[in-house]
């Protein structure tokens, strides 16, 4: 029997599980090529249930994370707004609220504003509202709106589907997806910029309980984060990490101000938060504060105070519940940086961050919510005590799918291409600082590229990050990238004392000086922090072998390793979305001189 997680929040995702192993994980924006998008998993459950041939009576159950879901989330706001809409926004609905107590409607500010796709539920039942507008009638109905839906798309009863809380959802996900999380009493945090009314949480997971912990207050520390993004001209949604990219040239003369103010804005008191009195809303009065400081230390300062808050809130948890190892889950946990300085610490004796700590994880975590309402803590534990060695839980590329790539007019007429099944001749090119795109096997799950659908180079040329900019990511020049290393060449790279797992690109870590000359490009620029994929053998065998490979030609145990997409899109998901989305020009074409699909190189025609 099949259990199926639904997240239809922004950054929609399903997964599903055939006798409770995950079988199935995919972002809807994968297959509907809209980048965070809100809605029903529509595209991605299709496939998906195509794939396994999976019936009706074979599903046991249909699990909702977010019991409690904004009309203004269903509409794709997370995803569709521009700065200027979230401008918007701030100007012309929050500022009149708060500080002129005056009645504004949401939807008469955004009348023309539609989702830019289909987010396949009834937005004529749906109306555009915000959380301070919404009502429990209102909240009811879309709840018994998503109910029909699902009931009707995967033609199962409606006492088969039920709801759980957003941020229990995220714990869950966080602690059940590791078993090494099992073998010593763990304390798992959560923190977001909000779901089902919460911004936070902490969970003792003990050997015989789970205790959830009673707050007194909410955190602000990421819609501090987002108001701050919004500041600096840049989109709250999705471009908090070049922020946290930028922070690093900030020197503290430029910084102190802004982390000083922010600081006083919200104080950790215990294991709670108090927030300054003074602050009515988290952007206007921010904007004020910062209005004499300069772009870089706003984001360092904004950086220094989030690490802070969080090394003093998690020494506070330490403290109060003796506890040294943690599970860190949600939006917050995507800031590597911060992560490091938790890491750091002394009371820190492991921290494990999963892959998509974000919102996308939800539909997973829905499932082990599911499981442990119905079977118990102690049983879930028993059933979920197996190792999760990577999350290439995605569709994988079929021979169908390469022979319409190989036949694609396009392809023939600028392409030749070889079969490379043990990647000698990619290695090979590799080796020679060419850049190759790389798309084969199973797509992984979250919002980094572990290998399967990246863009690859030799992280020892540095030049090489101006041309893949150049090319194809169009990144600010402060932007860092990433680096996958081979696991036996971890402990010459780079400095992880407490072996902490760091297989998912979600933890940073300081370089060694081997490190620093052998892949130079893969790390960021100031600091020579690294970003790491750590892989093995065992978790990524085939992605190992091309590194195994590269390494025997060049001694270098790595690679660059950035996301296979173009600015502002989602991961490429099948080889046909490098035609629509990469190949948009002669020039562009050209640009690409070697893909890499399923088996097969293919190396661009001379002119």
């Given at each position: 029997m099949y259990k199926i997680g639904i997240n239809d929040t922004h950054n929609s995702s399903i997964a599903i599980f055939d006798e409770n192993k995950i079988i199935f994980v995919s972002e809807e924006e994968r297959f509907s090529r809209c980048k965070q998008i809100a809605g029903f998993p529509f595209y991605a459950a299709k496939y998906a249930l195509k794939k396994f041939k999976i019936k009706p009576n074979q599903i046991e159950s249909v699990s909702f994370a977010t019991k409690k879901i904004t009309g203004m989330n269903i509409w794709n706001v997370a995803s569709d707004f521009s700065i200027e809409n979230w401008y918007d926004l701030q100007e012309k609905f929050f500022y009149p609220k708060i500080y002129k107590n005056k009645k504004v409607k949401l939807k008469k500010i955004f009348k023309s504003f539609k989702p830019s796709k289909n987010v396949h539920y009834s937005l004529?039942?749906?109306?555009?509202?915000?959380?301070?507008?919404?009502?429990?009638?209102?909240?009811?109905?879309?709840?018994?709106?998503?109910?029909?839906?699902?009931?009707?798309?995967?033609?199962?009863?409606?006492?088969?589907?039920?709801?759980?809380?957003?941020?229990?959802?995220?714990?869950?996900?966080?602690?059940?997806?590791?078993?090494?999380?099992?073998?010593?009493?763990?304390?798992?945090?959560?923190?977001?910029?909000?779901?089902?009314?919460?911004?936070?949480?902490?969970?003792?997971?003990?050997?015989?309980?789970?205790?959830?912990?009673?707050?007194?207050?909410?955190?602000?520390?990421?819609?501090?984060?987002?108001?701050?993004?919004?500041?600096?001209?840049?989109?709250?949604?999705?471009?908090?990490?070049?922020?946290?990219?930028?922070?690093?040239?900030?020197?503290?003369?430029?910084?102190?101000?802004?982390?000083?103010?922010?600081?006083?804005?919200?104080?950790?008191?215990?294991?709670?938060?108090?927030?300054?009195?003074?602050?009515?809303?988290?952007?206007?009065?921010?904007?004020?504060?910062?209005?004499?400081?300069?772009?870089?230390?706003?984001?360092?300062?904004?950086?220094?105070?989030?690490?802070?808050?969080?090394?003093?809130?998690?020494?506070?948890?330490?403290?109060?519940?003796?506890?040294?190892?943690?599970?860190?889950?949600?939006?917050?946990?995507?800031?590597?940086?911060?992560?490091?300085?938790?890491?750091?610490?002394?009371?820190?004796?492991?921290?494990?961050?999963?892959?998509?700590?974000?919102?996308?994880?939800?539909?997973?975590?829905?499932?082990?919510?599911?499981?442990?309402?119905?079977?118990?803590?102690?049983?879930?534990?028993?059933?979920?005590?197996?190792?999760?060695?990577?999350?290439?839980?995605?569709?994988?590329?079929?021979?169908?799918?390469?022979?319409?790539?190989?036949?694609?007019?396009?392809?023939?007429?600028?392409?030749?291409?070889?079969?490379?099944?043990?990647?000698?001749?990619?290695?090979?090119?590799?080796?020679?600082?060419?850049?190759?795109?790389?798309?084969?096997?199973?797509?992984?799950?979250?919002?980094?590229?572990?290998?399967?659908?990246?863009?690859?180079?030799?992280?020892?040329?540095?030049?090489?990050?101006?041309?893949?900019?150049?090319?194809?990511?169009?990144?600010?020049?402060?932007?860092p990238f990433a680096a996958s290393i081979l696991s036996e060449d971890e402990k010459k790279y780079l400095i992880n004392k407490k072996n902490i797992e760091a297989n998912f690109m979600t933890l940073s870590f300081d370089s060694l000086p081997k490190g620093q000359k052998k892949i130079i490009a893969g790390m960021h620029q100031y600091d020579k922090t690294i970003r790491p994929q750590i892989v093995s053998k065992k978790t990524c065998p085939r992605y190992y072998q091309l590194i195994k490979k590269f390494k025997k030609i060049t001694g270098v145990g790595g690679l660059l390793n950035t996301s296979l997409n173009v600015h502002d899109k989602p991961i490429v998901c099948r080889p046909i979305d490098i035609i629509n989305e990469f190949f948009v020009s002669k020039n562009a074409i050209k640009n690409i001189e070697y893909i890499y699909v399923k088996d097969s190189l293919f190396k661009i025609k001379k002119s």
């Open positions: 004529k039942k749906i109306p555009l509202l915000s959380s301070g507008e919404m009502s429990n009638r209102d909240y009811q109905s879309i709840k018994n709106i998503r109910i029909k839906f699902a009931s009707n798309f995967f033609q199962i009863s409606e006492d088969k589907i039920n709801f759980f809380d957003h941020h229990t959802c995220s714990a869950y996900y966080g602690y059940f997806s590791n078993y090494e999380n099992f073998k010593k009493r763990t304390a798992v945090v959560t923190l977001d910029s909000g779901g089902d009314d919460k911004y936070n949480t902490i969970r003792i997971f003990d050997k015989k309980k789970i205790y959830l912990v009673k707050q007194k207050s909410k955190s602000l520390i990421g819609q501090i984060y987002d108001s701050v993004t919004l500041i600096l001209g840049m989109n709250p949604s999705r471009h908090q990490y070049k922020l946290m990219g930028l922070a690093p040239y900030a020197i503290d003369y430029h910084k102190s101000k802004t982390r000083n103010i922010l600081l006083k804005c919200l104080k950790i008191v215990g294991i709670n938060f108090k927030k300054e009195k003074k602050m009515k809303d988290y952007f206007f009065y921010l904007k004020e504060k910062f209005k004499y400081e300069r772009f870089d230390g706003i984001a360092g300062g904004t950086q220094d105070f989030v690490e802070i808050s969080l090394t003093k809130w998690f020494k506070n948890i330490n403290k109060k519940f003796k506890i040294k190892n943690f599970v860190f889950v949600g939006g917050v946990a995507n800031n590597v940086k911060a992560n490091k300085k938790l890491i750091d610490q002394k009371f820190v004796e492991r921290l494990f961050v999963p892959a998509g700590p974000g919102d996308e994880n939800l539909s997973i975590g829905a499932i082990y919510c599911n499981t442990v309402k119905n079977l118990g803590y102690l049983q879930a534990k028993n059933i979920f005590n197996y190792e999760n060695s990577n999350v290439y839980w995605g569709n994988d590329i079929s021979l169908e799918e390469l022979k319409n790539f190989k036949n694609n007019n396009l392809v023939k007429k600028y392409y030749s291409f070889v079969h490379d099944p043990d990647f000698k001749k990619t290695s090979k090119i590799l080796s020679k600082n060419k850049i190759v795109l790389m798309c084969f096997g199973k797509m992984e799950f979250g919002n980094r590229s572990l290998g399967h659908r990246s863009i690859l180079c030799n992280p020892s040329n540095l030049n090489l990050v101006q041309e893949i900019n150049r090319k194809f990511k169009k990144r600010d020049f402060w932007m």
